[in-house]
């Protein structure tokens, strides 16, 4: 494979060099944003694949070592990638240090099963733009995923990424109707055991992550980069959120929909 450098990172691409040209200037402004925006530092050994195929990203991402073990366990990880592979732009995969970007160009973007995303997101110029959000997206991952964030977190700081990356709120406003009316108000179920056959849970669980980001990143953009800076336990983090909004950490997932919710407004458009 060839590579370039780009922005403290490695691209490294076969043969498609205009998708590799698309997603290094991706790389560039989106590790800049983040760097800027979050305060976060660029991952030491961080890689980026310009992804043509499922197995050639994870087994070329892969330190030798990791080979072995993800050989041994193929049946564990690889079916239920697989199953999600109609629907991913990108991935993201940590081996120890090592950080690892998956993201397709172009020409696999366009099969990509948009159904669910088309009601998420807001609708983009063109697939280079969908490229372009995506390697954000994945690459906001990256910078974080030493930090085991809760899931809400994790998802909804990368869609905020993008925001900041796109200079425009990226997901529909209409999505808060999603918090307004899924029936469950607890704890957020793990993202992991969403499907996409659900995708009323899908949508709830992702926009639930982004509207709550992008309010604590609106209301309390200190506590937000401070949540960010060092790992520390689920209960500990939703302690913080809890008591910067004045509420007990059993009432959190109650009551923070609602929220959400009285802060954009029915009424507040993007913008």
């Known amino acids: 494979m060839e590579t370039l450098p780009v922005g403290g990172l490695t691209l490294y691409f076969a043969r498609d060099r205009e998708a590799a040209d698309l997603i290094g200037r991706a790389c560039e402004q989106s590790a800049q944003v983040i760097r800027q925006h979050w305060g976060l530092e660029t991952p030491e050994d961080c890689r980026v694949y310009v992804m043509s195929s499922l197995l050639q990203f994870v087994f070329a991402s892969a330190p030798w070592s990791w080979r072995l073990l993800l050989g041994a366990t193929f ?56 490229v372009e959000r995506t390697t954000c997206h994945e690459l906001a991952h990256a910078f974080i995923s030493h930090l085991n964030l809760p899931a809400w977190l994790k998802e909804g700081h990368a869609m905020v990424t993008v925001d900041r990356y796109m200079g425009k709120p990226t997901v529909q406003h209409e999505t808060l109707e999603a918090l307004a009316r899924y029936s469950t108000k607890a704890r957020a179920a793990g993202y992991r055991k969403v499907s996409m056959q659900d995708p009323d849970a899908a949508i709830y669980l992702y926009t639930r992550g982004y509207w709550i980001t992008r309010y604590l990143d609106e209301t309390q953009p200190l506590l937000l980069r401070r949540l960010l800076q060092r790992r520390q336990s689920h209960g500990a983090l939703e302690t913080a959120v809890a008591a910067a909004l004045g509420l007990e950490r059993e009432a959190l997932w109650k009551e923070i929909d609602r929220i959400v919710i009285d802060h954009f407004g029915s009424g507040r458009k993007n913008g």
């Open 75 to 130: 049946p564990l990880w690889y079916f239920r990638q697989r199953a999600i592979w109609p629907y991913a732009g990108g991935y993201e995969q940590r081996y120890g240090r090592r950080r690892a970007v998956g993201v397709k160009p172009p020409r696999l973007m366009q099969e990509s099963d948009a159904r669910v995303g088309a009601r998420i997101f807001v609708q983009t110029a063109g697939v280079e733009e969908k």
